[in-house]
T-cell receptor, first 110, second 114 residues
Framework: KNEVEQSPQNLTAQEGEFITINCSYS?????LHWLQQHPGGGIVSLFM?????KKHGRLIATINIQEKHSSLHITASHPRDSAVYIC????????????WGAGTKLIIKP | NAGVTQTPKFQVLKTGQSMTLQCAQD?????MSWYRQDPGMGLRLIHY???????DQGEVPNGYNVSRSTTEDFPLRLLSAAPSQTSVYFC?????????????FGPGTRLTVL
């Protein structure tokens, strides 16, 4: 069993829909990252969470430490949101190493 | 700031050839790392460095060497390329020490080993 699991693996939605991507993990963590990988391959950090909720524009990330679960939400989705969204966790006993999920491929149709 | 730069963007090697993937950052970050990304899998850590002169192995270090002679540069060397090393390679950097550091990624190098 992978230590970090994302669901769904693939998601296709219509423009304007509310999107939820989930990340579950089985290890003790000090932080959780959400990143976006563009179709061209570039990877950009979206959020870094250790508790609660963060919001940036139409993106919202939440984390529940007790349930070992995080969600990334996109409101009023747009075709430019089409990308792979990756969850990664920083282990409790490490300042350096991340364990990565396999990613969720999101396609937003106009 | 250029951020994290990687060269080359594309490379084709024959089995047994050696080469070096270059990575540089201009943000004075202590922590640098190399990942490989294969279809359907998460990023896997190859090697990382917590500062100049200090390197350590990640999850999949075999077949790769690194060195960190300066804060800015972190080259990845393939000693004798194998088809299993066909992948996309990403270099990343971040500030070190607190455990809560945003990672900055280079644009990637797509390597094909024939």
């Amino acid at each position: 069993k992978n230590e970090v699991e994302q669901s769904p693996q693939n998601l296709t939605a219509q423009e304007g829909e509310f999107i939820t991507i989930n990340c579950s993990y089985s290890v003790g963590i000090s932080a959780l990252h959400w990143l976006q990988q563009h179709p061209g391959g570039g990877i950009v950090s979206l959020f870094m969470l250790s508790s609660g909720k963060k919001k940036h524009g139409r993106l919202i990330a939440t984390i529940n430490i007790q349930e070992k679960h995080s969600s990334l939400h996109i409101t009023a989705s747009h075709p430019r949101d089409s990308a792979v969204y990756i969850c990664a966790v920083r282990l409790m006993d490490s300042n350096y190493q991340l364990i990565w999920g396999a990613g969720t491929k999101l396609i937003i149709k106009p | 700031n250029a951020g994290v730069t990687q060269t080359p963007k594309f490379q084709v090697l024959k089995t047994g050839q050696s080469m070096t993937l270059q990575c540089a950052q201009d943000m004075n970050h202590e922590y640098m790392s190399w990942y490989r990304q294969d279809p359907g899998m998460g990023l896997r850590l190859i090697h990382y460095s917590v500062g100049a002169g200090i390197t350590d192995q990640g999850e999949v270090p075999n077949g790769y060497n690194v060195s960190r002679s300066t804060t800015e540069d972190f080259p990845l060397r393939l000693l004798s390329a194998a088809p299993s090393q066909t992948s996309v390679y990403f270099c990343a950097s971040s500030l070190a020490g607190t455990g809560l550091n945003e990672q900055f990624f280079g644009p990637g190098t797509r390597l094909t080993v024939l």
